[in-house]
């Protein structure tokens, strides 16, 4: 789909090409999650996101009311309108509602291939579930296979591996299997357990287990977590940086972002997508001790 006009380079900043990044999720009209989460983040790394929508949700703080898909057609139409124009140099795949999407994003990403981020949007923070069966085996069957990494909270990944996690060592292995029999690295995400919010990541490609170590935190802010720390692993990605080297800035921001605290809504609250770290005593305006 060429422009007809003339093209000086893509998205340049500062006289060099700015990284890029496509989100493909469903909308959140409180802001905090899907979609606008997902640009808030790529915009907090300093990156330029675009987006493809998969669904239009009724949503706040307090729950989901009600989810209208688009149609498939459209979003396959929308990500080759991006592809054939801005090449996204990562790609954060989040809701994709039903079989006839995830299908039509699936056709898309194996004609270009970028690196992909996959955040399973399974189940619910409140349990229920969000894909049926036939939606669940497309999304496992088509689009895991073709990610760099699935990123599934804990009941997600017990939902795939079949299995309760109870302690690191079942984590451990379940990773591993799900690395094996989907063929991409996994982070199991730790926020659902009990006292702390331990991450795993699994590289399968090296064979790898790395562990990052957080204490949960005591507030209620956590509204489209899963969203920021796919689309910030995302953004990693994007700038050249390792599997781990990506996970770890990820997990470093998301903390931050929920630590900050916007008490915003009656319910679990938004992130922060825009805070801004403290400085270390001591530590002058330009980073000079």
């Known amino acids: ?18 990284k890029t990044v496509l989100t493909i999720a469903g909308s959140d009209c409180s802001g905090g999650a899907g979609i606008q989460a997902d640009l808030k983040t790529i915009g907090a790394f300093g990156l330029y996101g675009m987006s493809a929508l998969t669904a239009i949700t009724v949503q706040n703080t307090c729950g989901v009311f009600r989810v209208e898909p688009v149609k498939a057609s459209v979003v396959e139409e929308q990500l080759r309108a991006v592809f054939e124009d801005i090449p ?18 699936a056709a898309v990403l ?7 981020i996959l955040d399973p949007v399974m189940i619910s923070t409140s349990g229920t579930a969000l894909l049926d069966e036939r939606a669940t085996e497309a999304l496992t069957g088509q689009l895991f296979p073709l990610a760099e990494l699935v990123t599934p909270n804990l009941p997600e990944a017990q939902a795939l591996w079949g299995r309760s996690i109870c302690s690191d060592g ?12 989907y063929g991409c690295s996994v982070l199991i995400k730790g926020g659902h357990g009990a006292g702390s919010a331990d991450d795993l990541l699994y590289n399968s490609k090296s064979g790898v287990w790395s562990w990052f170590r957080n204490e949960k935190i005591s507030n209620c802010n956590t509204h489209g977590t899963g969203c920021t720390l796919s689309s910030a692993a995302a953004c990693g990605l994007a700038q050249g940086l390792s599997l781990e080297e990506s996970v770890r800035a990820a997990k470093e921001y998301i903390t931050g972002a929920i630590q900050s605290g916007m008490r915003l809504g009656h319910g679990n609250g938004p992130l922060n997508h825009f805070f801004q770290p403290q400085k270390k005593r001591g530590e002058k305006a330009d980073g000079i001790k």
């Open 1 to 18: 789909m060429a422009c007809g006009l003339h093209r000086c380079g893509l998205i340049w900043k500062g006289g060099r090409r700015m």
């Open 88 to 105: 996204p140099d990562a790609v954060k795949v989040g809701m994709v509602v039903n079989r006839e999407n995830i299908q039509a994003v």
């Open 110 to 116: 194996r004609k270009y291939r970028p690196a992909v």
């Open 170 to 181: 079942e984590r451990e292995l379940a990773a591993r299997e799900l690395a094996k029999k």
